[in-house]
């Protein structure tokens, strides 16, 4: 009984931060409405392959190692914070884009293609310190030495499968044809808007404590 009320936890705190706004989100956002509905599902299936890989560090041990390493912690801070600020500036610097040729298209103006878009979502999560600091502070929590292994499996698929059910929806809604025709109109300002934000969240990353 105590491991599907710890997965109920789990799923639910889970879920909080899947919704709430950070570097994820915004790239969903940007790739979803700018390219196209492929481009969107693509990205979404980067940003779950990259829990895969906070799940990895977590089950082997390694996030032990990381939450005592202020050094490690803080390279991982500040190259995620580097990659943030590096597609900021592009978003900034871009001059708008044309209506991609449908969905079907792999590539659209600004050269997004479908390994592109899973890379982008991939290394977003990764280099996120929010997701490294979910995994380190709260998923770490429910799992330990004593946790039978198809239990660590059963956890760690959900959150997976989280990940990219919510931002597959995200994709979906916003690429509605009515719902992206409106954003596309302001697909210049939505560019900004997106770079403004993402080195906004890179600032704060730089500039926060290591304990928070």
Known sequence: MDIWINWISLVAIFMMALISPGPDFVIAVRNSVLYSRKIGLLTALGFALGVCVHLAYTLVGLALLISKSIILFQVIKYAGAAYLIYIGIKALRSQGFEKPDGDEGAIS?????????????????????????????IFSQFIGVDTAFNVQLLYAATLVVMTGL????????????????????????IDKICGILLIGLATKIIFSKAST
Not at 110 to 115: D, E, I, K
Not at 116 to 127: C, D, E, K, Q
Not at 171 to 177: E, S
């Open 166 to 189: 919510w931002f597959s929806v995200v994709a979906l809604i916003l690429t509605n044809p009515k719902i992206k025709a409106i954003f596309l109109k302001f697909a210049k300002w």
């Open 109 to 137: 103006q600004a050269g997004m293609s479908s390994l592109s878009a899973i890379y982008s979502g991939f290394l977003t999560n990764v280099l996120n310190p929010k997701a490294t600091l979910f995994f380190l502070a």
